[in-house]
């Protein structure tokens, strides 16, 4: 389950709020660093925040797009998380060879995190450098690494319309909420396809 938090991320590039020029090294001297066992989720909303703290649950070691895992896999799913977030060093690449599925409860396909892997994987993509803090030798150092510049929620949504429309998607009410569960691997391979064949 993505457990990403967002907010622990380079002050100079938040947007809601956008804080004063003047702030921007003291907020990141004083940042908290990021701990896998007690750094809050971030506009992820209470199922993964609560999934995160429950008892045998690994999270993988991304400031700012971690994943927790629970199971019999589940260390193997999170271990190794490289810089960037949903490249070929994340928990999402475990997940496409283990023909892991995706489920979305209650939310669109503007919230599939696979497809970002789609991404990393389509030769169209732009990648832009970005700050992450780094805990190296005891102290937080702000370093340098390349991440993709992500898809926003209408071509998410445009994709995923697109791959329903030809792949096994099973929707069903959980609860109240419309869910959606889905092959990892055939969203990724679709997605990067779908990106090639945009430009």
């Known amino acids: 389950m993505p457990t990403q938090s967002g907010d622990v991320s380079d002050p100079a590039e938040w947007r ?113 450098p970005e700050l992450m803090p780094l805990v190296v030798d005891g102290k937080v150092e702000w370093t340098k690494i390349s991440e993709i510049e992500f898809m926003d929620d209408g071509t998410l949504n445009r994709l995923g319309a697109d791959f329903e429309q030809t792949h096994e998607v099973v929707v069903k009410t959980i609860g109240s909420a419309e869910s959606r569960l889905f092959s990892v691997r055939e969203c990724v391979d679709f997605g990067t396809e779908w990106l090639e064949r945009q430009n």
């Open 16 to 128: 809601h709020p956008v804080i004063p020029v003047d702030w921007v090294d003291e907020v990141k001297r004083t940042m908290p660093t990021y701990d896998p066992a007690i750094t809050p989720t971030w506009r992820m909303g209470t199922v993964p925040e609560q999934f995160r703290t429950m008892p045998s649950v690994f999270r993988s070691n991304h400031p700012l797009g971690s994943f927790a895992a629970l199971g019999a896999d589940a260390e193997r799913i999170v271990a190794n998380h490289g810089d960037q977030r949903i490249g070929e060093w994340s928990p999402a690449v475990p997940l496409y060879d283990l023909a892991g599925k995706v489920l979305l409860v209650g939310v669109g396909y503007n919230r599939n995190t696979c497809f970002h892997l789609s991404e990393y994987r389509s030769s169209s993509t732009k990648l832009v």
